[in-house]
């Protein structure tokens, strides 16, 4: 989803800080959505990053820039030991490997998008910058491991690698999933498009949340800070709204009225309180604002966005 | 080394904490040197854990606890990339993946030998239990990894893990080395024995030790503490003693004479200096104490176990 939108905010602009993008190649498990573009020559490639001679063949057009979404997520890594590591560690290692085996000649900027899945409860009301990463999921051990890689390769001077933390991602487009974390984007989507949904977790719930847009956002001005100015930690957590369930139904009243607030049905769920109680609810992320990355100004932000990105600027008339 | 200093004790105390040890497998790259015991058997076997069956060999014996120390120490981790994470990640993960492959019937501690090099500067005078893990060296980051990776097994319940992350050891027995941590136990080593000792860095350096025997003590006790009181968080660093270099010497004065502190020699050396910078100085490592593990009470105990345990408790006529 995050790619598919970064991709084509990259063919729409064309450019990347104040340089053209001749080639975008979109890299996926399955066949990637081409956005049309007439500045850069846009390529679909679907390959297993974790193959054997995938992550060389991609290194060998020597892009300038990589971006590294590739994912297992967080509920299939933990259901399918095997594939999470196979595909988040040993993935992530054979194209920073590829990237080595080239040589000083070619040092990219590798962007790869960690999660806030890498911190572990217990935490501090607010996590600083030099907090501790300690997993509770085989996901978030994933992903820490792969930004200590790339610290490491980029330290050593084989690559040229940033990793951010992504905020949990709110409103995701689609449909409602599996995902433990589903209902934070749920109950603003669904009474959105006149439908239910359910709230499985008290009004009192905090956590951090980013739009897609202020996600591609982050991606972007990743691809473009300065080096020198990240030092020897290449990895930050990046900005965020942290906001309570009822801040965030807040903001769809504000929005979408009463009706749309009325579609939210609370369904207290035992065990999806207790996966969340293991979550971050609030970062100071200094670092990152210092360095220039910028958050949704507030959580009716992150639903207007929703609005404007997905629904075309308008909510659908069954929720008036 | 502290390989054979565990062996020995385990040989010689013949039980691990309430349990007899029956059987005792040395594993090494190279032969080892099996310690005379009349309780446990005593067996050695070379292999390289690297390799393709080895881990899966070695666990087929089923032990129930494992010390897991083998390591490409630091400056051949920096040195030899390649091998580095080839034994101290690959390794360790096959020796994990053969743990968990056996199957739920089968769930041994294994007690992993971390370091304080997963920390890197910058960092506070004193680092705390939830301090973040920047290594700023190959070695530092495979450390790293191993913890994550420990950690997230142990959370599967595939096995039961504990990383702890000894201080520098002082003083090492033996001859000078070319690490450059090599000076901590050079201007102590050398000296006892009459010999002359180089210091590249100001008295003023301060750093973290403890003597091979509370090392030894650490893994003894890492392998019989409280599966429940550990918690998730499976990896912490042991306690130690933060001492200057000129309580160092101070040390060796009160203990060998002002002739012994004549034998250190002064020479500055801008890139130990440089590197040494990096290094931390103290920690609070107030969860190992709650766990009971227990350092030496100061560095005059440091220069005793060393007299003590490698010099017979005499210290040669040549330093009076």
Redesign the interface.
């Known amino acids: 989803m995050l790619g598919r939108k970064l991709a084509a905010r990259l063919a729409t602009d064309g450019r990347l800080a104040d340089a053209p993008v001749a080639h975008l190649i979109l890299v996926d498990a399955i066949e990637s959505e081409c956005p049309a573009a007439e500045a850069p020559q846009v390529e679909s490639i679907v390959a297993d990053l974790s193959g054997p001679d995938t992550a060389a063949d991609l290194v060998s057009r020597r892009p300038d820039v990589i971006f590294h979404l590739a994912a297992i997520v967080s509920g299939e890594a933990e259901s399918d ?1 095997e594939r999470g590591y196979r595909v988040n560690v040993d993935g992530t290692r054979l194209l920073l490997d590829a990237v080595r085996a080239v040589g000083p000649s070619y040092r990219p900027r590798i962007i790869f998008a960690s999660s806030i899945a890498v911190f ?1 409860s217990p ?1 501090p009301q607010v996590i600083g ?8 999921t ?1 996901y978030g ?1 994933q992903k ?2 792969a930004e ?2 790339l ?2 390769y980029t ?2 001077g084989f690559l040229d690698g940033i990793g951010i933390r992504l905020p949990t991602i709110c409103v995701r487009p689609g449909r409602p999933n599996l995902a433990a974390s589903g209902f934070f984007s749920s109950i603003i989507r669904e009474p959105l498009n006149g439908e239910a949904a359910v709230l499985p977790v008290p009004d009192s719930v905090r956590h951090w949340h980013a739009s897609p847009r202020a996600a591609v956002g982050f991606l972007l001005h990743a691809a473009t800070v300065d080096d020198e100015r990240l030092g ?2 290449r990895c930050l957590t990046m900005p965020g709204v942290s906001v309570t369930v009822a801040g965030q139904i807040e903001s769809l009243r504000r929005i979408a009225g009463e009706g749309a607030v009325g579609l939210i049905r609370r369904e207290p769920d035992e065990s999806v309180m207790r996966i969340v109680a293991g979550w971050p609810s609030s970062f100071d992320t200094r670092r990152a604002t210092a360095l220039g990355f910028r958050a949704d100004v507030d959580f009716d932000e992150i639903v207007q966005v929703h609005v404007q990105d997905e629904l075309g600027g308008v909510i659908p008339l069954a929720t008036r």
Chains 1, 2 share one sequence.
């Open positions: 030991f572990g935490f910058d030099d907090y501790c990463l300690t997993p509770l085989s051990t820490a491991i200590l890689l610290s490491d330290r050593r020897t930690r």
